[in-house]
């Protein structure tokens, strides 16, 4: 159990050094890295991610089965699956199903990233009967939420890049190039540029927001345990 413990300990200071590794970069390489790092740690035998476009195209889907249950199910065909037995509300999602794939019966948990999530999602499949633990249960929340803070970040950063080139351009054409001019001409964009800002910060002030009182007390215990034992 102790050692259980320490493992979890260490899986925990690993996931919340990814902002690290995935600092500036799109939301592909966070979504990889994130995808990475939960199959290093966790005995999975599915982990599934999908990142929505904000402007409604084509979202990016990554799904990763263990390698000794090879499928033919490729990202699209598990989001399908998916969708049709968690539904489009994440509120609504239970914290574990059970859903067949790839010729298996796999215990899921399905994290939505972002308040609603509007950010997309993650779901990490087991075929274990013992799945989730509350230590993998921990774990998995913490990364939904250093995943929804990164990609967020990512966004905010593209748009950002977004508003420097429209001014480079403008600045090109010899047009009226001031800034006030140049948020005054995208004041949708300028609000949610904001509004991405203040929810960041917001995020960064408080404890992972998919940790509960419970998980939390989870943590303190498991850092007694791991400090104490042989």
């Known amino acids: 159990?102790?050692?259980?413990?320490?493992?979890?300990?260490?899986?925990?200071?690993?996931?919340?050094?990814?902002p690290a590794i995935w600092s500036g970069g799109d939301s592909f390489q966070i979504a990889r890295t994130l995808l990475d790092a939960l199959a290093g740690m966790l005995s999975l035998d599915l982990v599934y991610i999908r990142v929505k476009d904000p402007s409604g195209e084509r979202d990016i889907e990554m799904a990763r089965f263990a390698e000794d249950r090879e499928s033919a199910a490729g990202p699209s065909e598990v989001g399908e699956a998916l969708d049709?037995?968690?539904?489009?509300?994440?509120?609504?999602w239970?914290?574990?199903a059970r859903i067949a794939l790839g010729g298996d019966d796999l215990s899921i948990v399905?994290?939505?990233?972002?308040?609603?999530?509007e950010i997309g999602m993650i779901v990490a499949g087991a075929a274990r009967s013992n799945f989730p633990e509350q230590?993998?249960?921990?774990?998995?929340?913490?990364?939904?939420?250093?995943?929804?803070?990164g990609l967020q970040?990512?966004?905010?950063?593209?748009?950002?890049?977004?508003?420097?080139?429209?001014?480079d351009q403008q600045?090109?054409?010899?047009?009226?190039?001031?800034?006030?001019?140049?948020?005054?001409s995208s004041p949708a964009r300028v609000t949610k540029v904001r509004a991405a800002g203040r929810w960041l910060g917001k995020s960064r002030r408080k404890w992972p927001p998919r940790l509960s009182r419970r998980s939390r007390a989870q943590v303190a215990t498991?850092?007694?345990a791991a400090s104490t034992g042989p």
Not at 84 to 92: A, F, K, M, S
Not at 153 to 167: G, H, I, K, P, S
């Open 110 to 117: 399905p994290l939505g990233l972002g308040m609603n999530g």
């Open 222 to 224: 498991s850092r007694a």
């Open 153 to 167: 970040e990512a966004r905010l950063l593209n748009e950002q890049r977004r508003l420097a080139d429209n001014l």
């Open 1 to 18: 159990e102790i050692r259980r413990l320490r493992r979890c300990m260490n899986d925990l200071v690993g996931l919340l050094a990814l």
């Open 84 to 92: 049709g037995l968690l539904g489009e509300n994440p509120r609504l």
């Open 135 to 149: 230590t993998e249960m921990l774990l998995l929340g913490v990364a939904s939420n250093q995943a929804a803070i």
């Open 171 to 184: 600045v090109g054409q010899g047009g009226d190039h001031s800034a006030a001019t140049l948020l005054a």
């Open 94 to 96: 239970p914290l574990s």
